[in-house]
Nanobody
Framework: QEQLVESGGGSVQAGDSLRLSCAASGSIDRYGMGWFRQAPGKEREFVAAIGWRTITSGTYPTWYTHSVKGRFAIARYNANNTVYLQMSNLEPEDTATYYC????????????????????WGQGTQVTVSS
């Protein structure tokens, strides 16, 4: 049973940066990892994901929702069982509670964009961006 703990949220101004962390209680080697967010009154939506297996270039595949491409970057460090979401040039529309999820053997765009494919979730961390 994996336990995921998010941290790094906060209140910032538009244009600022934040780095979210997701620390797992056990190994994440076999898990695709994703970040989702939920704003008040809205559904939880996909933000970014990273596959569990490297591709031919030796890097992990990553995917992003359109609205954060070029501003957010997801990375994983299996050695310390942690996934990060670096968020730059934040906008008020990014305000939400951000959740980290783990999907066993998750390695495809189609799979990792869907909430139902995740086996474990963290409790969330709040990000508030003011204009």
């Amino acid at each position: 049973q994996e336990q995921l703990v998010e941290s790094g949220g906060g209140s910032v101004q538009a244009g600022d940066s934040l780095r979210l962390s997701c620390a797992a209680s056990g190994s994440i080697d076999r898990y695709g990892m994703g970040w989702f967010r939920q704003a008040p009154g809205k559904e939880r939506e996909f933000v970014a994901a990273i596959g569990w297996r490297t591709i031919t270039s030796g890097t992990y595949p990553t995917w992003y929702t359109h609205s954060v491409k070029g501003r957010f970057a997801i990375a994983r460090y299996n050695a310390n069982n942690t996934v990060y979401l670096q968020m730059s040039n934040l906008e008020p529309e990014d305000t939400a509670t951000y959740y980290c999820g783990a999907a066993r053997f998750g390695t495809s765009d189609v799979l990792l964009r869907l909430r139902r494919n995740y086996h474990y979730w963290g409790q969330g961390t709040q990000v508030t961006v003011s204009s």
